[in-house]
Structure formats: C-alpha cells, structure tokens
C-alpha cells in the first residue's frame, strides 16, 4: 500500500470514528434535547421502595422507560450524558429509580436538560433492616459498602444488623445530606416523595407527584396504575413501616450521631424529627 494511500484511509477513518470534540461536549449533547419535553426521574436510596414508585409512574405514564446510568455492579450509579443523548429524539421519559447522591455534575444535568427530580425517602431505621434483608435475600453486591455472598454467610444476624449500622449508613447519611441540602429540595422543585405516604395511600402521592410537576391527572387511571403495580414485580420485601424498632438503644444512638452533624438540614423526612 502506497504511504499516500495509507495516510488517506487514516483521514477517512479518523472522521468517521473519532468526531470533532464538539461531538462530545456537554453543551452539544444537551442541544440535541427536545426543548420541549418532559424527563421525570426518581432518585432514590436503596429500599425505599422506589421500584414500585417507578412502576406505578410508569403504568400511570405510560412514557418511555429507560436507565440513566451506564452501569450497576459495586459501581456509583452517576447518571450518563450518553444515555440522554440516546434519548435525543424521546420528548417523554421516565428515568427508572436511581442509587445517585447529589453533586454539582448531577445537579447541572438535572437543570440543563430539565429533568423533573422525584427524591424518594425512608426512615432510615426501618430502611437498614430492609436493606440486610436484602443482602440475604438478594445479593450483597452494591456501591454502599463492600461485602460479598460468603462473608455474608460467616456473620450472624446481630452482625449483619450491625455492618449495616457501621458501614451502610454512612452513605445514607451522604446521599440525604446532599440532596436535602440542595436547591432543588430546598426550593421544591424536587418532589420529595416519602415511603410512609406512598405505602398510606399509593393513588394520593402519585396524584401530588403529579400536581407538582403540572402532568396530566387522572384519579381512575391512578387508581388502575396502583392496583397494577400491585401485581408486578417490585422487588419489595417486607414493606413494613416500624421495623426499626427492632434495633437496639446503642444503635439507634449511632445513627443519631450521625444525623447530629447535620445542624441545619432537616432530616423528619427519614425519622428524625426537626
């Protein structure tokens, strides 16, 4: 082959696979968005009961579902820029429940391609006993903490308890901290949606979520996305409000402490009254 031949192969391919670095800048992918468009998103903490919410949106809605992480695993579920410049031409998608704390990045993307923010929330003592449920029952791979199916096995119940007390709920503290901190909660634009109202009356929050954000209302079709959602799997244990009860004085202290840190940010949405 030619040295000239060669160098214009390298051109042709070097256009057609490696764009201009305008191709991958935030602002192009944010101008490929529909500037009207409705992208509803629930960002949860694990067990909260965020995948029957996004059921119920998602029968009531009957949008597009998609994922806004890239991927799971022990990964940090952070949202991808990627995934929204797929959904360029979709002027209506729910974004399935979410493991994702707050940060400036996340923040920006939410404003800059107008997506409705769902936070949803659980006391957290009943929420640590879900989530060890979860370990036994489910699996233990998660970016919370670390910890695999076998060392599982080697602890006892006290134990397991206990590592969710110690390791778990620090980055429950990390993800309500940030997001109860934010703009977006403290200027409700974000709807906070509380596990305890939605478990009370599943139809009423889904009705207020979307009073909030000016969607369509419809109390027949809430009712029927409800009672669908009842018989579609949602991965949801016990569901029980009160659980945590169950955990001993010294425990409880510990997450208390943990909350004490936080003066100025109100936690009453997940059992620490103001």
Known sequence: MKLTD????????????????????????YSLL???RSHLWVIAAPKTGSTWLSKILENYLGWEVRSLTSAYDRREQEPS????AESASIDKVLWRHQHTR????????????????????RDIHDTVISFSDHFHHESTICPMAYMDDQQWRRLDDASRTQFMIDMVAPWYFNFYAGWF??????????????YENLKSDPRAELIKICEHFGLP??????????????SQPTRLNHGVIG????????????????????????????????
């Open 6 to 29: 060669f160098r214009l192969r390298a051109m042709i391919s070097s256009l057609l696979y490696k764009p201009s670095p305008v191709v991958y800048s935030d602002s192009f992918i």
């Open 34 to 36: 529909p500037r009207k």
């Open 81 to 84: 820029l990627r995934a929204l």
């Open 102 to 121: 707050a940060s400036k990045s996340t923040i920006d993307l939410i404003r800059q391609a107008a997506i409705l923010p769902i936070i949803q929330t």
């Open 181 to 194: 901190a934010s703009d977006l909660v403290r200027n409700k634009i974000a709807y906070v949606c509380r």
């Open 217 to 230: 209302l419809n109390d027949r079709r809430a009712q029927s996305a409800v009672e669908r959602a009842a």
């Open 243 to 274: 659980r945590g009860a169950t955990l001993s004085d010294e425990q409880k202290a510990t997450l208390a402490r943990m909350r004490s840190y936080y003066s100025d940010i109100d936690f009453s949405a997940v059992g620490f009254p103001s």
